[in-house]
T-cell receptor, first 113, second 115 residues
Framework: ETGVTQSPTHLIKTRGQQVTLRCSSQ?????VSWYQQALGQGPQFIFQ???????GRGNFPPRFSGLQFPNYSSELNVNALELDDSALYLC????????????FGQGTRLTVV | AQSVAQPEDQVNVAEGNPLTVKCTYS??????LFWYVQYPNRGLQFLLK??????LVKGSYGFEAEFNKSQTSFHLKKPSALVSDSALYFC?????????????FGTGTKLQVIP
């Protein structure tokens, strides 16, 4: 196990609703990234947080937003849910140095109906 | 823009035989390269990485990968496959430069080790 924990593990929401996913980083890691993994696909980078600020974003609309807290835990918020938002959402924590790998949580499976 | 290609959706290999999972990449400048493994309904587990130095990188569970700059490839290998190696494998790249950890993943290769 990596020490990165995500909650909840599964979630079912209705189209148009809002959802918040949570992530606790591995101890000592100050950077958190979020990924969306659709069924049968590789993870797609959503954004990254460092020192409580977003410092990188992938090709996702503004209704995907996040927060990082002083203890380096993080939230992913998605507004106005669409059916295509159904996916496994992965949180990854790392150190803010270039040659380090990211460690992933087990993911939250979001189903939008 | 950076990209990763994993040309095989699935690789089948007999237990005890060597395995290779292919990966090619495209990135501006020098790359950081990674392999991750994913078991059903689980997150990704780090296997190994290439940063600089030796082109042959050794990682967890007996896996290794060979970096080939001229062919822009980073193939994952193991001398003797185990049934427990059956899983989904992802190759990933991020550029050497850049202030954040945007990692681009391939679409994954399902490895099936046949007893």
């Amino acid at each position: 196990e990596t020490g990165v924990t995500q909650s909840p593990t599964h979630l079912i929401k209705t189209r148009g609703q809002q959802v918040t996913l949570r992530c606790s980083s591995q101890s000592g890691h100050n950077t958190v990234s979020w990924y969306q993994q659709a069924l049968g696909q590789g993870p797609q980078f959503i954004f990254q947080y460092y020192r409580e600020e977003e410092n990188g974003r992938g090709n996702f609309p503004p209704r995907f937003s996040g927060l990082q807290f002083p203890n380096y835990s993080s939230e992913l918020n998605v507004n106005a849910l669409e059916l295509d938002d159904s996916a496994l959402y992965l949180c990854a924590s790392s150190l803010a140095t270039r040659n380090t790998e990211a460690f992933f949580g087990q993911g939250t499976r979001l189903t939008v109906v | 823009a950076q990209s990763v290609a994993q040309p095989e959706d699935q690789v089948n290999v007999a237990e005890g035989n060597p395995l290779t999972v292919k990966c090619t990449y495209s990135v501006s400048g020098n790359p950081y390269l990674f392999w991750y493994v994913q078991y059903p309904n689980r997150g990704l587990q780090f296997l190994l990485k290439y940063i600089t130095g030796d082109n042959l990188v050794k990682g967890s569970y007996g896996f290794e990968a060979e970096f080939n700059k001229s062919q822009t490839s980073f193939h994952l290998k193991k001398p003797s496959a185990l049934v427990s190696d059956s899983a989904l494998y992802f190759c990933a790249v991020r550029p050497f430069e850049g202030g954040y950890q945007k990692v681009t993943f391939g679409t994954g290769t399902k490895l099936q080790v046949i007893p």
